[in-house]
C-alpha cells in the first residue's frame, strides 16, 4: 500500500472519443489533488476514504489522460489537442470525482463548469468560461472565473472570489471574504466580520451578521448593505463612482462617521438629526457626527452617487 502511495501510478495514456473512465488510486492523507479537464462538466465530492476515484465519460476529442501520484501531489489530467484544434460542440467531459476531505484541491479548466462539496483543506478553482458551483469547503479557497457565476454556500476560512463576466452569490461565508466582480452583480449574506469588495458596473447587496473590517469599492451600480451588528472598533470603508448606495445600520449603533460626496453626489442621512453641509465652494458636500459613541468607525465618499444611511 505505502509504495503505491509513494510511487508514480501511470493509467492509460490512450483512449477512444468519449470513452467510459473508471479508474480509482491510493492517494496521500492530507496532500494536494491537481486536476485539469479542459471542457464539460465536473462534480467532485470530498470523502474519508484516501482515495481518488473518477468515472464518467471523456471528452470527445481527448487524446488520452494521466492519473498519478508522486510525493504528497496526485495529478488527473484530461489530454487535449491545441486549442486550434477544438470546436464547439460542447462534448467535454462529463465526470464524478471523490477525493479525500483532507486533501487540498486545484482545478483548473476552460469551457468547464464545475461543483465542488465538502472539502476542508482549501480549494482552488480557475475557469474561463463555466459556472462554479461550492458547498461546505474550508480553509484557503481561492474561486476565478471569467465568464461564468459563482454559488457559494458554508465557506469557511480565507475565502477569494474573482469574476469578469459573472455574478457572485455567496451564502454562510465565514472568515475572511474578498470579492471582486466586474460586470457581475454580488449578493452576499455572511457571517464574515472581515470583507473586502471591489465592482465595476454590477449591483451589490449584502447582508452582514458582524463586521470588524468591511471595505468597499464600486463604479456603476447600485449597492444595499445591512449590517446586524457593528463590533468594537469596527472599521468601514465605501468609496463609489456614480450609483445609489443605502447602508442599513443596526438601533444600537455606536460609531463615528465622516461622510463626503463630489461633484453633484449626495447624502441623505436617516440616522440622526445631523444635517449635511455644502462646501464653501464647489458642490461638494459632507457630514460629520456620532451615533451613540465612538466605538466604530465609518467613512464614505462618493462621486456623482448618491449615499443614504439609514436605520434596520
Given at each position: 500500500m505505502k509504495?503505491?502511495?509513494?510511487?508514480?501510478?501511470?493509467?492509460?495514456?490512450?483512449?477512444?472519443?468519449?470513452?467510459?473512465?473508471?479508474?480509482q488510486i491510493e492517494v496521500p492523507n492530507g496532500g494536494v489533488i491537481h486536476i485539469e479537464n479542459q471542457r464539460g462538466n465536473v462534480n467532485i465530492m470530498g470523502w474519508e476514504k484516501n482515495q481518488f476515484k473518477v468515472s464518467g465519460e471523456l471528452d470527445d476529442k481527448a487524446q488520452g489522460y494521466t492519473l498519478k501520484t508522486q510525493g504528497n501531489k496526485t495529478q488527473f489530467?484530461?489530454?487535449?489537442?491545441?486549442?486550434?484544434?477544438?470546436?464547439?460542440?460542447n462534448n467535454g467531459s462529463t465526470l464524478t470525482i471523490f477525493m479525500p476531505q483532507s486533501?487540498?484541491?486545484?482545478?483548473?479548466?476552460?469551457?468547464?463548469?464545475?461543483?465542488?462539496?465538502?472539502?476542508k483543506r482549501g480549494t482552488e478553482i480557475d475557469v474561463v468560461n463555466g459556472a462554479i458551483t461550492v458547498n461546505d469547503l474550508n480553509g484557503d479557497i481561492k474561486l476565478t472565473s471569467v465568464n461564468g457565476d459563482i454559488n457559494a454556500k458554508n465557506l469557511s476560512g480565507k475565502v477569494q472570489f474573482e469574476t469578469v463576466n459573472g455574478a457572485i452569490d455567496d451564502q454562510q461565508s465565514n472568515g475572511d471574504v474578498r470579492f471582486n466582480a466586474?460586470?457581475?452583480?454580488?449578493?452576499?449574506?455572511?457571517?464574515?466580520?472581515?470583507?473586502r469588495l471591489e465592482n465595476v458596473n454590477g449591483d451589490i447587496n449584502l447582508t452582514f451578521d458582524a463586521i470588524k473590517e468591511l471595505q468597499i469599492s464600486t463604479v456603476n451600480g447600485e449597492v444595499e448593505v445591512r449590517i446586524n451588528r457593528l463590533l468594537s472598533d469596527a472599521d468601514v470603508s465605501f468609496?463609489?463612482?456614480?450609483?445609489?448606495a443605502e447602508f442599513y445600520f443596526p438601533a444600537d449603533?455606536?460609531?463615528?462617521?465622516?461622510?463626503?460626496?463630489?461633484?453633484?453626489?449626495?447624502?441623505d442621512n436617516q440616522l440622526t438629526s445631523d444635517q449635511v453641509q455644502k462646501a464653501k465652494y464647489g458642490p461638494a458636500s459632507g457630514i460629520k457626527f456620532n451615533a451613540n459613541g465612538t466605538d466604530a468607525s465609518v467613512e464614505m465618499n462618493t462621486i456623482s452617487g448618491t449615499i443614504g444611511l439609514k436605520r434596520q
Amino acid at each position: 500500500m505505502k509504495a503505491i502511495i509513494l510511487g508514480i501510478a501511470l493509467l492509460p495514456m490512450a483512449v477512444f472519443a468519449g470513452e467510459k473512465i473508471e479508474q480509482q488510486i491510493e492517494v496521500p492523507n492530507g496532500g494536494v489533488i491537481h486536476i485539469e479537464n479542459q471542457r464539460g462538466n465536473v462534480n467532485i465530492m470530498g470523502w474519508e476514504k484516501n482515495q481518488f476515484k473518477v468515472s464518467g465519460e471523456l471528452d470527445d476529442k481527448a487524446q488520452g489522460y494521466t492519473l498519478k501520484t508522486q510525493g504528497n501531489k496526485t495529478q488527473f489530467i484530461v489530454k487535449m489537442p491545441d486549442l486550434s484544434n477544438w470546436d464547439n460542440n460542447n462534448n467535454g467531459s462529463t465526470l464524478t470525482i471523490f477525493m479525500p476531505q483532507s486533501s487540498a484541491l486545484e482545478y483548473v479548466g476552460v469551457n468547464a463548469s464545475v461543483t465542488a462539496k465538502e472539502l476542508k483543506r482549501g480549494t482552488e478553482i480557475d475557469v474561463v468560461n463555466g459556472a462554479i458551483t461550492v458547498n461546505d469547503l474550508n480553509g484557503d479557497i481561492k474561486l476565478t472565473s471569467v465568464n461564468g457565476d459563482i454559488n457559494a454556500k458554508n465557506l469557511s476560512g480565507k475565502v477569494q472570489f474573482e469574476t469578469v463576466n459573472g455574478a457572485i452569490d455567496d451564502q454562510q461565508s465565514n472568515g475572511d471574504v474578498r470579492f471582486n466582480a466586474v460586470n457581475g452583480n454580488i449578493k452576499s449574506n455572511s457571517t464574515a466580520n472581515d470583507i473586502r469588495l471591489e465592482n465595476v458596473n454590477g449591483d451589490i447587496n449584502l447582508t452582514f451578521d458582524a463586521i470588524k473590517e468591511l471595505q468597499i469599492s464600486t463604479v456603476n451600480g447600485e449597492v444595499e448593505v445591512r449590517i446586524n451588528r457593528l463590533l468594537s472598533d469596527a472599521d468601514v470603508s465605501f468609496e463609489s463612482v456614480s450609483g445609489n448606495a443605502e447602508f442599513y445600520f443596526p438601533a444600537d449603533l455606536s460609531a463615528q462617521f465622516e461622510v463626503q460626496a463630489h461633484a453633484g453626489g449626495k447624502i441623505d442621512n436617516q440616522l440622526t438629526s445631523d444635517q449635511v453641509q455644502k462646501a464653501k465652494y464647489g458642490p461638494a458636500s459632507g457630514i460629520k457626527f456620532n451615533a451613540n459613541g465612538t466605538d466604530a468607525s465609518v467613512e464614505m465618499n462618493t462621486i456623482s452617487g448618491t449615499i443614504g444611511l439609514k436605520r434596520q
